[in-house]
């Protein structure tokens, strides 16, 4: 169970959220989160010193999402596949709501910080996506690919179509597209 002040921290960082993925990064200020959540500026500041702080803790909430928790379904032994299904899945909701998109909030946000915030940000991401596809190769699920050039294609189509959605409109074809094609890239044809 938890108590009572990480119900308020995890309030404030949904609240949060759909601000961000609004105004982008540079727009929201404290003020604007106080609204959001209904609290006052004391209360919202005894958790976060600032927007900063605040963008972080949604960064890291974001990296621990469930249907992107890897290793923990790794640990359970569900297949490759199924982890691989369950991801593009949420990949490809995320991509047809760019609305619900923290990407240009995450770039400017990434204008304001030292290179090694978002470096250990992506880091972390490639080293789920490389988790995921070398337990695939080892179950016999995944073909045998080079992991490292898979997980770049993974990561930089996603991010990219989220960017580019968010200024152009896409089809939900486009899309699928690029899902299809992690699919094609990693799973194994059956017979």
Known sequence: MTNKAERTREMILN???????????KQVTMK?????????????????PGTAQLFEALLEK??????MDFHGKIKKGISA??????????MEDEMEHPEDSLSIAMYEYADTVDS?????????????????????IERGEFREVDVREAVGVILYSYQGIRMWSRIVPMKKSTFRSITDHIRKLLKKERN
């Open 62 to 67: 974001i990296t621990e999402k469930d249907a």
């Open 116 to 136: 090694t915030v978002m470096e250990e940000f992506n880091g972390t991401c490639e080293e789920k996506w490389t988790a995921l596809i070398k337990y695939g």
């Open 15 to 25: 609240s949060s959220y759909a601000l961000f993925a609004e105004k982008g990064f």
């Open 32 to 48: 604007d989160v106080c609204e959001a959540a209904n609290m006052s500026r004391g209360g919202l500041y005894s958790h976060f």
């Open 81 to 90: 596949e199924t982890i691989l299904e369950n991801a593009l899945d949420l």
